[in-house]
């Protein structure tokens, strides 16, 4: 069993929908979260982090964690077609040696049509 | 303001050939990382290199070796390249602490295609 667990999609939303994008894990270890996007033929770039439970608004964006659960979510309101990229969780913990390595989700692939 | 820059961005290769893909960041960054992607196993982690002087190797290292030749450049070398390793391959970079986490800088990318 991979750490990181994400449904890779393809996700397919019209424009003005709200998205929801999930990940659950296996480490009760991981204290920090971070979502990527991926547009096509670059690398991912950080779009959110967050630090234990709870949640955290950037704008349209949203994210929660719930370590109780083990799972984190990705909000995206009001989607756009600029919006349409490839969704990278990851997380990392915060002791030991494993501090400074990340594990990654495989991806959720998201189009938003116009 | 580059951050990471990897080269080269494409590159085709023989079964057999070996290649050096560079990796330099500006960022003053301890930690460096290289990773490749394949469509449905995502990112793996090839090597990493937590400080200027030391590495280590990640989930898939065999087939590769990695120099961090000092603190802003991690260079990666396939000594005889074999078609499963045709992959996009990313640098990246942090300064893992325990206020910010670990925040990873990507670079744009390095298309590999062994044939």
């Known amino acids: 069993q991979k750490e990181v667990e994400q449904d890779p999609g393809p996700l397919s939303v019209p424009e003005g929908a709200i998205v929801s994008l999930n990940c659950t894990y296996s480490n009760s270890a991981f204290q920090y979260f971070m979502w990527y996007r991926q547009y096509s033929r670059k690398g991912p770039e950080l779009l959110m982090y967050t630090y234990s439970s709870g949640n955290k608004e950037d704008g349209r964006f949203t994210a929660q964690v719930d370590k109780s659960s083990k799972y984190i979510s990705l909000f995206i309101r009001d989607s756009q077609p600029s919006d349409s990229a490839t969704y990278l969780c990851a997380m990392s913990a915060n002791r030991g040696s494993t501090l400074g390595r990340l594990y990654f989700g495989r991806g959720t692939q998201l189009t938003v049509w116009p | 303001n580059a951050g990471v820059t990897q080269t080269p961005k494409f590159q085709v290769l023989k079964t057999g050939q070996s290649m050096t893909l560079q990796c330099a960041q500006d960022?003053?960054?301890?930690?460096m990382y290289w990773y490749r992607q394949d469509p449905g196993m995502g990112l793996r982690l090839i090597y990493y290199?937590?400080?200027?002087?030391?590495?280590d190797k990640g989930e898939v290292p065999n087939g590769y070796n990695v120099s961090r030749l000092n603190k802003r450049e991690f260079s990666l070398r396939l000594e005889s390249a074999a078609p499963s390793q045709t992959s996009v391959y990313f640098c990246a970079s942090s300064e893992a602490d325990r206020s910010s986490g670990n925040t990873i800088y990507f670079g744009e990318g390095s298309w590999l295609t062994v044939v």
């Open positions: 290199s937590a400080s200027e002087g030391t590495t």
């Open positions: 960022m003053n960054h301890n930690s």
